[in-house]
């Protein structure tokens, strides 16, 4: 999957999801929030201009989410995103109503809906997580100009290839058959227990 598949699958399969801003003493509050469009680069959402959220918004230009899919743990997938915001105004509000009807039911009339604004989510990055899959799926990805930075545990030179990393990971997503072993990061539940257990000191965590 691309980034933008990813973005649509945000949009189309999961839609709401559960924001985190940060206040003016830097601490984290959260909100539900509807992802209600996508391109190929950005996300779009609304919110009303008299909430605290949308000061947060202006103040800070960021935000982090999570959104989830799946009725209980082992069935479920999320996709967690943080990036960069910018208040784009009323004039994607039309398109965005008739992509999502129900805010008809919120906001009825032409005049209520002038307490609206669109942000865009024009670049950040992510990560997908499979739960439902075995192993575990997980991907990272990044939208806009922002860079994928490579995050996980990794094996170095060092390695002396004798398997107690394997032995102690959940996933079984260690490969010995190469020197030095790899971690197959697309499965890797980012545990920490190859890390532990390397007598090489082999794994480090990036």
Known sequence: ???????????????????????DEGLP???????????????YFLTAKGK???????????L??????????MTSVAVSVRGKTRELGFEK???LFEKNPYMNEIYPTEESRHALTVFEIYEGDGEWFDLSKKPIERMSFSFGKA??????????EDCIGCGSCLEVCPQKCIDLSTAPAVILQQNC??????????????IERR
Request: with cysteine; aromatic share 10%; net charge negative.
């Open 1 to 23: 999957m691309t980034a933008a598949d990813y973005l649509r699958y945000i949009v189309s399969e999961i839609h709401r999801t559960i924001v985190a801003t940060v206040d």
């Open 64 to 73: 982090a989410f999570t959104a989830l899919k799946g009725k209980d743990t």
């Open 52 to 62: 605290a959220f949308y000061d947060r918004l202006v103040k800070r230009k960021f």
């Open 147 to 156: 860079r994928e930075a490579q995050k996980g545990y990794f094996i170095s």
């Open 189 to 202: 539940l980012h545990c920490g227990n190859c890390m532990e257990v390397c007598p090489a000191e082999a």
């Open 29 to 43: 509050i959260t909100c539900a929030i509807d992802m209600m469009d996508c391109d190929e680069n950005s996300l």
């Open 93 to 95: 509000i039309p398109a």
